[in-house]
């Protein structure tokens, strides 16, 4: 069973039209939730680490909350560049410290 | 700093070969990752080591799979003998505390043909 669900896989939106990006675990005992962005050809770039529920972290044109269960990612008015494949990965006190599960990620695409 | 540095980008082999991939953490980093990532499968934990030791392999395929981490700047992962269904791209990662963020490499591609 995935500890981590990404939805969806794949997001297309006009340039300005904002969305958000859905992460649910299944895990209990939370430790921390991530974002990472990954462009094609590269590795994934750190974007927020989230604590407890009801945090929230904002970076440009990215928002991210985090809730008991599920963790969105909101997109305000976003631009071509931002087109990219968002991950969240979960890392929980029942694994090894340092372990993270990653989702299987969100597709994003920005058309002008 | 020049981020975490994999080495090669690209590796092609034939079915059998033994391959090698390489990585250089962050400088001060004390824990360093391996993943692969697939179509099929995401991006999976092969084994990750905290001060140079491993600590959790669970993640290794099978035995044709080995890490080493000989010193805090350098690590390598082994597969011998390789097979075609080991397709991936293999990166490395290292942080500074389990809690925080990752910095991941570029990333190796690598086609056993």
């Known amino acids: 069973e995935d500890q981590v669900t990404q939805s969806p896989e794949a997001l297309r939106l006009q340039e300005g039209e904002s969305s958000s990006l859905n992460c649910s675990y299944t895990?209990?005992?939370?430790?921390?939730l991530f974002w990472y962005r990954q462009d094609p050809g590269k590795g994934p770039e750190f974007l927020f680490t989230?604590?407890?529920a009801g945090e929230e972290k904002e970076k440009e044109r990215l928002k991210a909350t985090l809730t008991k269960k599920e963790s969105f990612l909101h997109i305000t008015a976003p631009k071509p560049e931002d087109s990219a494949t968002y991950l969240c990965?979960?890392?929980?006190?029942?694994?090894?410290?340092?372990?993270?599960?990653f989702g299987r990620g969100t597709q994003l695409t920005v058309w002008p | 700093d020049a981020g975490v540095i994999q080495s090669p980008r690209h590796e092609v082999t034939e079915m059998g070969q033994e391959v090698t991939l390489r990585c250089k953490p962050i400088?001060?980093?004390?824990?360093l990752f391996w993943y692969r990532q697939t179509m099929m499968r995401g991006l999976e934990l092969l084994i990750y080591?905290?001060?140079?030791?491993?600590?959790?392999d669970s993640g290794m395929p099978e035995d044709r799979f080995s890490a080493k981490m000989p010193n805090a700047s350098f690590s390598t992962l082994k597969i011998q003998p390789s097979e075609p269904r080991d397709s991936a791209v293999y990166f490395c990662?290292?942080?500074?505390?389990?809690?925080?963020?990752?910095?991941f490499g570029s990333g190796t591609r690598l086609t056993v043909v």
């Open positions: 990662a290292s942080s500074h505390r389990p809690g925080s963020g990752y910095t």
């Open positions: 895990v209990s005992g939370l430790r921390g």
């Open positions: 989230l604590y407890s």
């Open positions: 990965a979960v890392l929980y006190r029942g694994s090894t410290l340092g372990r993270l599960y």
């Open positions: 400088s001060g980093h004390d824990y």
């Open positions: 080591f905290n001060n140079n030791v491993p600590i959790d």
